[in-house]
């Protein structure tokens, strides 16, 4: 039958529920199920088989729900984001989720969530990918309400390595945000959902899609084409700040109290360091040059890099498994 994503093709598995002869370790995998996957041989000669055991529930995003799942084969556990074809019957929503696939496929690097495997049933579409035991950085800003300021180091050093990576391969995220950055289990940042993500053909091209989460997207974004020529991978840098800002405040910066109020204080710029956090002079400088409204002000990655918040201080190699619930002992 047509599967009408332009994916590679496989016969219709069957979704099977789970046969009371596989063993059950929690309360929590009461409704697993195990997806098969047909995959057609590499010479075309018939298929493999591939059995997938579904586990708990990870997270759930717009179109998707993401699980635990381990390979049968290989007993390795991965993240499986299944997305409902009945939530695909639009042409766009289709696209959304090729352009995710094609461009997610293509990229490898330590700090971005990696793309394993596609296949389709004629329920769904499943995503394999990197497993990332511990949440996102939104979680952890909840419980911990804010970071300090070495540990903002940490994790802005992994993003900036990571959004140098992807703009080296002229992919612009456009949708960064705390949310999206999850975490694994040595609480290295794997930046993912790459939904909204765009590959440029070329590093001047503009883009003219308003897209982005309101209270991290930029002020170009917003104006369209009114004011600039399109947007670009200055995008990610306003939202750099704004993860910044988050992490160290416990709020975004330009948070109000409807998408249109938060608009208005991002098109204002309107943001203010709470008197009773203590935040560096070099923390709130970088924020700064993150946060200008023109994109040709801002910084570009190599200056971030090069910026006194990273260079005068230490950056810690790693952080301690439990940062994501208590913060650090200070001496
Ligand atoms: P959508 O594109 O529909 O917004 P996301 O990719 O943001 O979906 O995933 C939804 C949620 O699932 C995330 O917020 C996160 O909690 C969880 N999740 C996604 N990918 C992973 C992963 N690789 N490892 C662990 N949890 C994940």
Redesign the pocket.
Known sequence: EGSELNLPQVPRPNVTKRSNSLPSTSPADEDSVVIEEKRRRVNGEGYTLHRYLRGRL?????????Y?CTALDTNKA??I?I?PKANLTKARARQKLQA?IKIHRTLKHKNV?EYKHFFEDRENCYIL?????N??M??MIKRRKRLTEPEVRYFMNQLLESIKYLHDQLVIHRDLKL??L?LDKHLNI?V??L?LATKLESADEKRKTICGTPNYIAPEVIQGDRATRGHSFEVDIWSMGVIMFTCLVGKPPYEAKDVKATYQRILANEYKFPIDVPISNDAKDLIYCMLQSKPSDRPTLKEIGNHPFFTANSIPVALPSNATHVAPKTD
């Open positions: 990870l997270g759930k995003g717009g179109f998707a729900k993401v635990l991965y993240a984001k997305v995710e969530c990918l990197e497993l990332c035991h949440q996102s939104n979680e949310g999206n999850f794997k993912g959902d939904g």
